[in-house]
């Protein structure tokens, strides 16, 4: 079946610009995590969602990062003014239990590369 | 104290050989531990995963060793073939979140 998908899976950006990227979760899963990995680092974890509840967004790096689930399935990471800082690869995952529950496990789409000149 | 740490950062082993990654934490509050494989260009896929209830797990040719009191579990993989190459990454969950180790970039030589 379809897996976790991300699109753009390439994205170029000038210093300043904003950007969005996309996550189509797998079909009725419930939870819906973004991470961002930088090159040679394991992921980081920055929001997850709970249907459309935005139930944890500590790792968000700043106010220039924004995330939104408004339906409950398809998911947009924003990233307004981006830095060179915020070059990375994002990654979407999403997981049929619970957002909170701890043997959830997540199901990574292949991401997206974001590189700001 | 959210760190998971990991180690070694490379690892070559030759095909038929045994592959042994570490981690290590300090949260004790972490409540569930899975190992995932990344091949470049792709996304992190679960590989196995244990619960710290539990002392080992094995699926196949992976093994999970999970030491509750030294705070440690560790990924053996039996008979490593060349197809193992890739990199592996442990993690532990909190509150359903994940937090990676460093990862390690495996090499089996044919």
């Known amino acids: 079946g379809a897996g976790v998908s991300q699109s753009p899976r390439y994205k170029v950006a000038k210093r300043g610009q904003d950007v969005a990227l996309r996550c189509d979760p797998i079909s009725g899963h419930v939870s819906l995590f973004w991470y961002q990995q930088a090159l040679g680092q394991g992921p980081e974890f920055l929001t997850y969602?709970?249907?459309?509840?935005?139930?944890?967004k500590s790792g968000l790096p700043s106010d220039r990062f924004f995330a939104e689930r408004p339906e409950g399935s398809v998911s947009t990471l924003k990233i307004q003014r981006t830095q060179q800082e915020d070059s990375a690869v994002y990654l979407c995952?999403?997981?049929?239990?619970?957002?909170?529950?701890?043997?959830?496990?997540?199901?990574f789409g292949p991401g997206t590369r974001l590189t700001v000149l | 104290q959210q760190q998971v740490k990991q180690s070694p950062q490379s690892l070559i082993v030759q095909k038929g050989g045994i592959s042994i990654i570490n981690c290590a934490y300090e949260n004790t509050a972490f409540d569930y531990f899975p190992w995932y494989q990344q091949f470049p260009g792709k996304g992190p896929a679960l590989l196995i995963a244990?619960?710290?209830?539990?002392s080992e797990k094995k699926e196949g040719r992976f093994t999970i060793s999970f030491n509750k009191s030294a705070k440690q579990f560790s990924l053996h993989i039996m008979d490593s073939q060349p197809g193992d190459s890739a990199t592996y990454f442990c993690a532990a969950s909190i509150t359903g979140k994940l937090i990676f180790g460093q990862g390690t970039e495996l090499s089996v030589k044919p």
């Open positions: 995952a999403s997981s049929p239990r619970l957002a909170g529950d701890p043997y959830n496990e997540q199901f």
């Open positions: 969602f709970q249907n459309e509840a935005q139930l944890d």
């Open positions: 244990i619960r710290p209830d539990v």
